[in-house]
């Protein structure tokens, strides 16, 4: 395993993860995801699938992640599940670990909403919320923002950083030379690079304009500020503060979509190749077990 793969690996792992479990997409759509992972939080869907079972699955990602919340929508109707009896289950069985919401359609009955507190919030003691969702998109997605907010679903983290693979590349010109050099990591606030070759010599807290960074294929033009300067593994490398237009840190409003965008690519790719190698594992051991019954 590469030092880039690893990195990669313990980045998919550590933080908190959120999982909305069975989510009705046409209310909360998949591009919601990128707009959570603009304001820090890690989010995620689960869906339901013939291949392996939402508990089966629930299980894999206790033993995958230390740090989980999980949002139940419980309008949707999954086989062999009674919701309020599964999450009390979970509950039981995970303790305080098992930081769970539930998310459902709002009630026109006051009562019927009452009933569905009464029993998540404090028959069950969920601790993230019994959540009524409407039927206007953007409502609800200021609505879960805020949900994901109140649960501080980003931890200690403000800005979520990607580790970047060899394909990320930077470019910048210098007193009338061209410096190149790879981007090792990136978030919507910074980037840090190794120069190859060549070191451009750029002093801290001095600033560069029209920085082109290639994040995968995905080309952006830049100003920034070097904040720091550090030797890793026999390198020098050079951490960025991004600046906009008006010589405040940030990016431009055209930028902030691309580098957000490449950084909820980077984390689906890492933390769903691990989800996934994880439900492969349990689908094998439970076709071993069948075969082993009829044995």
Request: hydrophobic share 40%.
């Amino acid at each position: 395993m590469t030092s880039e793969t690893s990195e990669s690996r313990k980045e998919a792992v550590e933080g908190i993860k959120t999982f909305f479990v069975t989510p009705d997409l046409a209310t909360m759509p998949e591009d919601f995801l990128p707009s959570f992972f603009l304001k820090g939080f890690e989010a995620y869907y689960l869906l339901d699938d013939p291949y392996l079972d939402i508990p089966s699955k629930i299980e894999v990602l206790f033993a995958l992640f230390p740090e989980l919340i999980l949002f139940f929508n419980i309008e949707r109707n999954v086989s062999g599940i009674d919701w309020p009896l599964y999450i009390a289950a979970l509950k039981k069985r995970h303790g305080d670990r098992a930081m769970i919401g539930v998310l459902h359609s709002s009630r026109k009955d006051e009562r019927e909403t009452k009933v569905l507190e009464m029993t998540y919030l404090y028959q069950i003691g969920i601790f993230c919320g019994c959540i009524p969702m409407g039927t206007r998109r953007s409502q609800n997605l200021t609505l879960l923002t805020g949900v994901l907010a109140a649960n501080q679903a980003n931890g200690r983290r403000k800005y979520l950083r990607a580790i970047c693979p060899s394909s990320c590349s930077v470019n910048l010109e210098r007193n009338g030379k061209r410096y190149s050099g790879a981007v090792k990591d990136v978030s919507i606030n910074h980037f840090s690079c190794v120069f190859h070759l060549t070191d451009p010599e750029i002093h801290i807290y001095e600033g560069c304009s029209t920085i082109q960074l290639n994040l995968a294929g995905v080309i952006c033009s830049v100003d920034a500020v070097v904040c720091k300067k550090r030797i890793v593994e026999g390198s020098l490398l050079y951490v960025f503060i991004f600046r906009n237009a008006r010589e405040r840190a940030g990016l431009s409003p055209e930028t902030i979509p691309k580098i957000n965008g490449f950084i909820h690519s980077q984390y689906s790719k890492s933390v769903l190749s691990l989800v996934q190698e994880g439900f492969n594992l349990k689908m094998g051991k439970k076709r071993a077990l069948s075969f082993n019954d009829k044995n």
